[in-house]
């Protein structure tokens, strides 16, 4: 059974649109993004209410933002983001616990937005280990989503690949975000088959569906760079990716749609949303799958783990490439002169647009929010 | 998944209020009316009757 689900998070925008999707009992799960209420504790009486009753329904699936899985360095913010979780995992039950994939950019390596990293032995240990440790701290089964972000066509190639390889030892799951596939799509010029063809879909157990937004760039003014902001409607392209890959994913089990409310103050906006519910209940009534799921993706019992792996290398490398995205006019030259110049960041690569939309994401989100 | 209506009601109420508040607002702590009992003798989580104003959370809609 697939579920149709939303992304529902302490936003009262979203919350009062979704309000008649909950009347009539069509929210099937609910993706709750926890870490983004850790600092805005105590929860309403009537927020918690609404959490507990998909925990008990066993329905409600967490989705991290603020972990940051590939710091180089393990950071105390890491440490209390695990204790917050293993707090909540005794509040409420989770089906599944997921983060995103990358390091936060930002002062402290939690604020910002997430960025991609090199595909290298270092990265897949690091990766590995604080899946592990997310692992022990939920107890139920660990998820991570492909980035829509990537600053090369060699990289978003070798994404699928190195995610199967991170989760491996988790028997972890991928989350299959749509949208962000659209904007690989859009932003390299692939074909979707071909790009398919490059994820372990066995392995995907939940997906998501969302709008996004065109970033238009100097450096490439004819071609707007496609941005997951997760501030529009769902475009038609993405509940057709939606159709595709439904019957190549034998291990799914929820497929949620994401909106901000920032994005949802008129009508017609609410309207909208409450329709590109209706198109994903349609399409995944369509394609209920008739064979039961083979792998429910709990973890393994694991050892006591021993310290955090890191590599203050990569670490320093980051808290450099951070600041260059952050505040640096001469963006492209700063990073030529870095540490980032030949190693495995693979900077000479990098598509120029990709970049300059980097710099903006890092801007936007260099606060927090 | 099936909602009690006095939850519902109760949602619609919350939005409702925090929608009339700013972002930047805090609720002092002393606004918690009351502690609800979530799991007896394991954890009590704190909640308000009345919320605080809500941050608008760009969960991962960061890109």
Redesign the interface.
């Known amino acids: 059974m697939v579920f149709p689900a939303i992304?529902c998070?302490?936003?009262?925008?979203l919350?009062?649109t979704a309000?008649p999707l909950?009347?009539t009992?069509k929210?099937?799960?609910?993706e709750w993004?926890f870490d983004?209420?850790f600092s805005?504790?105590?929860?309403?009486?009537?927020?918690?209410?609404?959490i507990?009753?998909?925990s008990k329904?066993e329905?409600l699936i967490g989705?991290g933002?603020f972990f940051s899985l590939f710091s180089g360095k393990w950071l105390p913010e890491q440490s209390e983001w695990l204790q917050n979780l293993k707090?909540y995992c005794?509040?409420y039950q989770f089906d599944h616990i997921t983060e995103?994939f990358g390091f936060m950019t930002g002062a402290d390596f939690h604020k910002g937005?997430?960025l991609s990293i090199p595909y290298n032995q270092s990265t897949l240990a690091i990766g590995r280990d604080r899946l592990l440790r997310i692992s022990q701290a939920c107890n139920c089964p660990v998820g991570l989503?492909n980035l829509?972000?990537s600053y090369s066509l060699d990289e978003v190639k070798r994404h699928g690949a190195f995610l199967n390889e991170l989760l491996e030892p988790v028997n972890g799951f991928i989350i299959l975000d749509l949208h962000?596939v659209f904007?690989q799509l859009h932003n390299f010029d692939l074909d979707a088959k071909d790009l398919r063809a490059l994820y372990p879909l066995e392995r995907v157990r939940e997906i998501h569906i969302?709008g996004?937004s065109w970033e238009f760039t100097r450096i490439q003014p004819e071609k707007p760079v496609r941005?997951?902001?997760?501030?529009d409607s769902v475009p038609k392209a993405v509940f057709d990716l939606l159709k595709d890959v439904l019957p190549c994913c034998p291990n799914l089990k929820y497929v949620v749609m994401?909106?901000?409310?920032?994005a949802l103050h008129t009508q017609a906006q609410r309207d909208a949303y409450r329709a590109d519910f209706y198109t994903m209940e349609r399409i995944l009534t369509q394609a209920q799958p008739k064979i039961p799921a083979k792998n429910n993706f709990v973890p393994p019992v694991l050892p006591p783990l021993g310290n955090p792996i890191e590599d203050l290398a990569l670490f320093e490398q980051q808290r450099i490439l951070s600041n260059i995205l952050e505040n640096a006019l001469d963006y492209q030259g700063a990073l030529n002169q870095s540490l980032l110049a030949n190693s495995d960041w693979d900077i000479e690569h990098w598509n120029p647009a990709m970049l300059e939309t980097a710099v903006a994401?890092a801007r936007k989100?260099k606060n927090g929010? | 998944m099936k909602i009690q209506k006095t939850l519902l009601k109760a949602i619609l109420a919350g939005v409702s209020l925090a929608a009339t508040q700013t972002a930047c607002e805090k609720a002092p702590v002393e606004k918690i009316s009351n502690t609800k009992c979530v799991k007896p003798d394991t954890l009590v989580v704190p909640t308000h009757e009345n919320p605080p104003a809500l941050p608008n959370c760009p969960a991962c809609g960061m890109g």
Request: net charge negative; proline share 6%; charged share 20%.
């Open positions: 992304a998070n302490l936003d009262p925008d919350i009062q309000l909950f009347e009992e929210v099937a799960a609910l993004s983004a209420v805005s504790e105590p929860l309403p009486n009537w927020f918690h209410e609404l507990q009753v998909y329904g329905r989705h933002v707090r005794q509040i995103h937005a997430p989503e829509a972000f962000n904007c969302s996004g941005r997951d902001t997760h501030d994401e909106q901000l409310g920032t994401i989100w929010w």
